[in-house]
Structures are given as C-alpha cells and as structure tokens.
C-alpha cells in the first residue's frame, strides 16, 4: 500500500462509483491505498452507503439493528421480539430481587433498591384495602378500608412512612 501519494482520477472516479455497495476495506485493496485514503474521499464528496449494502452488512454480522423497524433486514419475527422483551423483563425481574435481597446483580441494569420497610408498608397497606398511589406516594382510604390510624397520624417515633393518606373521592 503507498502512502502520501496523491489519488488519480482514475482512482477517485473508482471510489465514487463504487462507494455505495462495496466496503471500504475491499475498494482499498482493489485500489492499493489504505482504508483512510477511501474514507478522505468520501468525505470529500459526501459519499453514503446504500441502504441494501448496510442491510447486507447487518445481517452478516449478526447485528439486530432493524428490530425497531420491524427486523426487516435481519428477519426477526413478531414473536422473536416479543420473547426477547419477556426474557428482558425477566431478567430485570430477577436482577430487582437480587438487589432487594442484597445479592450482586447479574447484568449492568440500573436497578434502585427499595427499603424492606417501604415494602412492608406498601404490603400491609394493601392488605387493610388502601388504594395505592405509588407513582406519588398516596395511600387513598375508603368506607370499607381498615384504617391504620397511627400511620395517617404519622406520629410514631423513629419510624418514616412513606405514604400520605387521602379519602378516595372516586375515579379522577
């Protein structure tokens, strides 16, 4: 491969004819020069590839990078995708528990841990019949609620809740 030379013209009409369908590694060979000498070229006169030569490419390569377009080029199914978000969720589920639980987590997932006590709270609040807000933190009561008293005081010492208490006024 030479180095420092100048392109002919020959050499730049090859690139730009083509550039589109052919990888950047194959026109350097065929042409003698490095792989930076293509991509100048291209740069110079904002060259692309094509979209079949980046499907080719994808699918070669494995890469799922047209599932959100419906996996065309790789030809995912409607089914593949929808087992591989249940097995992520599962897996998130599974890294939750961990952390939870004061386990290392398995994947990189930013997993936030919840206090045991928000959980006990959540759990016994929803067994008296209190409707949960957890998104805002709003424990809404109604007639047949068992009330926690104590709790919608909010007065024991030592102890945080989590949740304010409100009377259900119907779907809002």
Not at 56 to 65: C, E, V, Y
Not at 94 to 119: E, F, I, S, Y
Not at 148 to 172: D, H, I, L, S, W
């Amino acid at each position: 491969m030479s180095t420092g030379h100048p392109l002919t013209e020959e050499q730049i009409l090859f690139i730009r004819k083509n550039f589109a369908n052919m990888r950047n590694q194959d026109i350097a060979d065929a042409l003698g020069i490095s792989k930076s000498g293509v991509c100048r070229v291209q740069s110079l006169y904002g060259l692309r590839k094509s979209k079949e030569h980046n499907t080719r490419m994808a699918k070669k390569a494995g890469h799922a990078s047209s599932v959100s377009r419906g996996g065309v080029a790789l030809g995912i199914t409607p089914e593949v995708i929808a087992k591989r978000v249940e097995t992520y969720k599962h897996t998130l589920a599974v890294d939750r528990a961990r952390r939870n639980w004061g386990l290392p987590q398995l994947t990189k997932a930013h997993v936030l841990r919840q206090p045991k006590q928000k959980r006990s709270q959540r759990c016994y609040l929803k067994s008296l019949g209190y409707i949960l807000d957890e998104k805002n933190l709003i424990a809404y009561y109604t007639a047949e609620t068992t009330r926690a008293t104590v709790m919608e005081r909010g007065n024991r010492k030592g102890v945080k809740y989590y949740y304010k208490f409100k009377p259900y006024e119907g779907v809002q």
